[in-house]
């Protein structure tokens, strides 16, 4: 009798324990579980057998990295953010590749506003001066800033964007965005498009969603802080490398704006003697944005599935080239054979 294989995935580092249980499930699954990054080379080796690759960053996803994987069926990754694959090499070797959209749009939009509250009203420095016994010698002028009135200006108005201007209204807030082309929903959303340097000259928050791309990368540079105002917040969710790191320390120390918050940094994770640590005006977390527990396992089954799917040629749930993802004629195909088997059609004997 004809025992078929199980598809074989790859996956090049650490990820949930319940989202590997899963994925064994259905797939035969190889893993590199060191705490160090896997050698590309290694990689490139194990990939010659897979069906499927499941990629864990720091890892550049190319034509190169593909080139001797002739089985290789689909690429999944558990980020929205796909800044490290080179899309149009997938395309071209007619991989679909899978990310994890809208599942952690609420817990990113949570983080982001957080910071802004946070950052707001200088929750961190506020809290040391108590936890080291200093309350009564706190600063008069660690003052926070009232959020009600103000206005929030987004850069990258996309599904998480959204997200955080619900929580702005509910703030009281003015919600203002910039995107290459103007959204449609702007009546919906209490929200209204602008230029881009009409946002930073109008805004009290600058916040930036926007993904990285050659347009965005160093967007955030020494002009962009400059028609900012003074007094302005500073908030990155988005990636590290849209901000230009000197130009931002620059900025907060000159007091060309006023504070900073970010959840992504350029490089990361940022080496202790890194200059960004000494800028008092900063506030900075790990990239933590949609680390909830829920939502890391949302993601994380959502990318089983995606590979699942995928090493069976059949339609990636998310998938960011569709044009190569699989198409309902591979299902229509198994449901013909599907019907072959009900009549009683010995499908092995044409193997
Ligand atoms: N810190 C974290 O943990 C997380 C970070 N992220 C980051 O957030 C990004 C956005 O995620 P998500 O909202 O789901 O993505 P979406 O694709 O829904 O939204 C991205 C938005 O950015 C806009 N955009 C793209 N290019 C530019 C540009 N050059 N200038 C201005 N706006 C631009 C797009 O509009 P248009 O096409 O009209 O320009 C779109 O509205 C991800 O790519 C990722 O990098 C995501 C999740 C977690
Ligand atoms: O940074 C996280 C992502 O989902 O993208």
């Not at 395309?91 to 946070?118: D, H, K, M, R, S």
């Not at 993601?299 to 699989?326: F, R």
């Amino acid at each position: 009798m004809h025992m078929e294989r199980k598809p074989l995935v790859v996956v090049n580092g650490l990820v949930r324990k319940d989202a590997i249980a899963y994925l064994k499930e259905h797939v035969e699954v190889r893993q590199w579980t060191e705490k160090t990054v896997m050698p590309r080379e290694t990689l490139k080796e194990w990939l010659v057998e897979a069906d499927g690759l499941w990629s864990v960053r720091p890892l550049d996803v190319d034509a190169d990295l593909i080139k001797n994987a002739p089985n290789l069926k689909v690429i999944a990754q558990a980020a929205v953010g796909y800044d490290n694959v080179k899309i149009d090499d997938l395309t071209a070797a007619g991989i679909p590749y899978g990310n994890t959209p809208g599942v952690l749009n609420e817990t990113v939009a949570e983080l982001a506003f957080t910071l802004i509250a946070t950052a707001s009203r200088r929750i961190l420095e506020n809290a040391n001066f108590v936890k080291n016994g200093r309350w009564a010698q706190r600063p008069s002028n660690i003052k926070g800033f009232d959020l009600s009135r103000r206005t929030l200006g987004i850069i990258g108005m996309g599904a998480i964007g959204v997200s955080i201007s619900r929580r702005a209204r509910a703030f009281g807030m003015t919600v203002v965005y910039h995107n290459r082309h103007p959204r449609n929903d702007d009546k919906l959303y209490k929200t209204t498009y602008m230029e881009l340097d009409e946002l930073l000259a109008t805004s009290d928050v600058v916040c930036v969603m926007a993904p990285l791309t050659d347009e965005t990368y160093h967007m955030c540079d020494e002009a962009f802080f400059r028609k900012m105002k003074n007094t302005a917040l500073f908030v990155n969710v988005g990636r590290g490398p849209i901000v230009d790191t000197e130009a931002l320390i620059n900025a907060l120390e000159t007091g060309e704006i006023d504070y900073a918050a970010l959840d992504v940094t350029d490089p990361e994770p940022l080496p202790a003697d890194h200059p960004l640590l000494c800028v008092e005006n900063c506030l900075i977390v790990p990239h933590i944005g949609s680390y909830t527990d829920r939502t890391r396992y949302d993601m994380s089954i959502l990318t089983a599935d995606n590979i699942i799917a995928g090493v069976h040629k059949k339609p990636l749930k998310t998938c960011v080239n569709e044009e190569v993802n699989y198409k309902k004629s591979v299902l229509t195909e198994e449901i013909a054979l599907e019907e072959l088997k009900k009549v009683g059609v010995d499908l092995s004997d044409f193997d």
